[in-house]
């Protein structure tokens, strides 16, 4: 909680320094922080230091999101955009699922101090090539060099209130919905499945499995979609209008064990397929020069539903109604879908009154 509070805080100030510093800049800075801190409480473990350095974590989080798509953003041709963002965020996922193994054979080889260190000094060794390289970052060399680091107070103020624009805080709920709505599945899904139908624990795991295992391919497939429309809206709208027919019936059916990792397994691979059109929503109305901040932005989205998600799924659960974490899964759905949806109607309308605009001065 104490690295979720201090990451929503910081998203937006970081954005803004990635903007002026350079994503290299920022993300050699935050790994050299998140390595200390989880070095310094492998050296000095207890529980208030944890809090602490918990604290310091959260603070080096919140630049990878804005550093990276803003790295991605300037490196990568707009052609292949959707791909880079698509593997970038498989990468992630396929990170979250070798991370837990590798601590626990490294605590059970090294004890869990020395496991705690040596987390730290991977992040410093990651961090290593980001130092030695060059060439590499979102801001032309001019502006690393010189005068963006040098605007005063007012701009900095101007440039966090410039990001939230209406369509900037659309997004960031959009984000926030995306997360809530997967986070009752990935984290209550086993106990809710358990304690409504009596599914044996084994094919409640195997089904959560292979609901993640197909999401990160969904991923891995939505860069080839994004990459193919400009209707990115519409794609997560039609996805999660999909999506949440298929957990519905999750929702629903007592769902023998073949069907039901099928079903999970689909509704993974669907949730996966938005995530690259998600983020090019953002790149489209990221005002220009703000692509940091404008991630910085939406992805507080994601850490403040988060922290509501657990506390949300897991009231229900305290109230008996198990299968309800998926029905209200399936209403979230349902809901950003139709943000989805009226959000494409709009970007399309703004596409046509500007060709119409254009035929008409020519």
Not at 97 to 116: N, S
Request: net charge positive.
């Amino acid at each position: 909680t104490v690295a979720s509070v201090t990451a929503v805080c910081a998203q937006l100030p970081v954005g803004v320094l990635v903007d002026r510093l350079g994503s290299r800049r920022m993300l050699i800075l935050a790994l050299a922080i998140a390595g200390t801190a989880f070095i310094g409480f492998g050296l000095a473990p207890s529980y208030p230091h944890l809090l602490v350095m918990m604290s310091v974590v959260g603070l080096s989080t919140s630049v990878f999101h804005p550093a990276d798509y803003a790295l991605l953003s300037a490196k990568i041709a707009p052609a292949r955009v959707g791909r880079a963002f698509s593997i970038h965020t498989f990468s992630g996922f396929l990170g979250n699922a070798v991370a837990p193994v590798t601590m626990l054979g490294l605590v059970a080889a090294f004890g869990l101090d020395t496991g705690m260190i040596l987390a730290g000094v991977l992040a410093l060794v990651v961090a290593l090539p980001l130092a030695l390289v060059r060439g590499v970052d979102n801001l032309p060399a001019a502006a690393i060099g010189g005068g963006a680091r040098g605007a005063a107070p007012r701009g900095a103020i101007k440039e966090l209130t410039g990001i939230l624009t209406p369509a900037m805080l659309a997004l960031t709920g959009f984000y926030a919905l995306l997360s809530l709505s997967g986070s009752g599945i990935t984290n209550f899904s086993v106990a809710a499945l358990t304690r409504a139908d009596g599914t044996p624990v084994a094919i409640a795991n195997l089904a959560l499995t292979f609901y993640l295992g197909a999401q990160a391919l969904g991923i891995l497939a939505g860069g080839f979609v994004a990459d193919r429309t400009q209707r990115h809206a519409g794609v997560a709208a039609i996805g999660y209008g999909v999506n949440a027919c298929v957990v519905l019936v999750i929702g629903v059916i007592a769902l023998g064990a073949a069907p039901l990792v099928a079903t999970m397994a689909a509704a993974g691979f669907l949730g996966g397929l938005i995530m690259p059109s998600r983020d090019m929503l953002v790149r489209a109305a990221a005002p220009p020069g703000a692509i940091g901040r404008a991630f910085g932005l939406v992805t507080a989205g994601l850490s403040v539903a988060g922290a509501i998600g657990p506390l949300m799924f897991g009231f229900i659960m305290d109230l008996g109604a198990p299968l309800w974490v998926f029905r209200a899964s399936v209403i979230i759905m349902l809901l950003t879908a139709l943000i989805a949806w009226i959000g494409d109607r709009r970007i399309a309308a703004n596409r046509q009154r500007r060709a119409a605009e254009a035929a008409a001065a020519d």
